[in-house]
């Protein structure tokens, strides 16, 4: 089992950038497929980007590629989201996720869920 920790969100302006941290407990971390998702007020929470176990391999949706960058430090425990020129449309709590799969792009996929953490982006 392992247990996330988000933290990293704030209010920013237009433009800005911002990087999530998500914290995970355990000795596994790198046998686990990380993703991170987000919920805007009145959506449904939505697919964000997602990395392999060792880094290797990285999805993004396509309202934020080519400015969100995932990344992991396994030594550390720890996954990051590095999000550039943010939007007010990227306001929503971000959500970092772990799944004992081999990879997951879904909210089904993923066993394990931190509390989330606001990013609000004001125009």
């Known amino acids: 089992q392992v247990q996330l920790v988000e933290s990293g969100g704030g209010l920013v302006q237009a433009g800005d950038s911002l990087r999530l941290s998500c914290a995970a407990s355990?000795?596994?971390?790198?046998?686990?497929?990380m993703g991170w998702f987000r919920q805007a007020p009145g959506k449904e929470r939505e697919f964000v980007a997602a990395?392999?176990?060792?880094?290797?391999?990285?999805s993004y949706a396509d309202s934020v590629k080519g400015r969100f960058t995932i990344s992991r430090d396994n030594a550390k425990n720890t996954m990051y989201l590095q999000m550039n020129r943010l939007k007010p449309e990227d306001t929503a709590v971000y959500y970092c996720?772990?799944?004992?799969?081999?990879?997951?792009?879904?909210?089904?996929?993923?066993?394990?869920w931190g509390q989330g953490t606001q990013v609000t982006v004001s125009s």
């Open positions: 355990g000795r596994t971390f790198s046998s686990y497929a």
């Open positions: 996720a772990a799944t004992q799969r081999t990879y997951g792009l879904g909210m089904g996929e993923y066993d394990y």
């Open positions: 990395i392999s176990g060792r880094g290797g391999r990285t």
